[in-house]
């Protein structure tokens, strides 16, 4: 893949001149060169053309984290381009519990601990007939008068 065109979805890139594993590297710049990487995510090769075609932008790419003498650090291009791997896992407090701060508290949930009954709950006290209020007024579709007793 080495000396491929990157080509992003709106233009030129630069060119390839390695890969590391899940990431594709790169060099572009018209007068300061720079090494950037990009998900093999977003890439397709063509190998009859000699291109990588990218899924994003010329400008995404161009404003990626640039790899320095450290290495690339995939955690940041991860972050950078919105991929799981790029963030921490979510702590959790206890066994099976949510905190009301913690993302995966529901409106439901809430609810609860406010005193609303579930609407699902609600639902089925509903069908089963327990409801003290039941069905009040008359009936929406009234008795055909014609027929018989």
């Known amino acids: 893949m080495d000396g491929y065109q990157l080509i992003g979805s709106d233009g030129k890139v630069g060119e390839v001149v390695?890969?590391?594993?899940?990431?594709i590297v790169f060099e572009g710049g018209l007068l300061r060169k720079t090494r950037r990487a990009v998900p093999k995510t977003f890439a397709r090769v063509d190998d009859n053309e000699r291109v990588v075609r990218l899924s994003?932008?010329?400008?995404?790419v161009v404003g990626s984290p640039?790899?320095?003498?450290?290495?690339?650090?995939?955690?940041a291009i991860a972050a950078y381009?919105?991929?799981?791997?790029?963030?921490?896992a979510p702590e959790t407090k206890g066994y099976g519990e949510v905190t009301p701060d913690d993302p995966a508290w529901s409106a439901?949930?809430?609810?609860?601990?406010?005193?609303?009954?579930?609407?699902?709950?609600?639902r089925a006290r509903i069908r089963e007939g327990?409801?003290?209020a039941g069905l009040r007024g008359r009936p929406i579709i009234p008795?055909?008068?014609?027929e018989g007793p």
Do not use: F, N, T, W
């Open 18 to 23: 390695g890969d590391e594993g899940d990431l």
């Open 56 to 60: 994003v932008s010329k400008e995404l």
């Open 66 to 75: 640039a790899i320095d003498e450290d290495g690339i650090d995939r955690r």
């Open 81 to 88: 381009y919105g991929l799981a791997e790029g963030y921490d």
């Open 108 to 122: 439901e949930l809430e609810g609860a601990r406010s005193g609303v009954e579930p609407a699902a709950e609600q």
């Open 130 to 132: 327990d409801d003290e």
């Open 143 to 146: 008795p055909d008068p014609h």
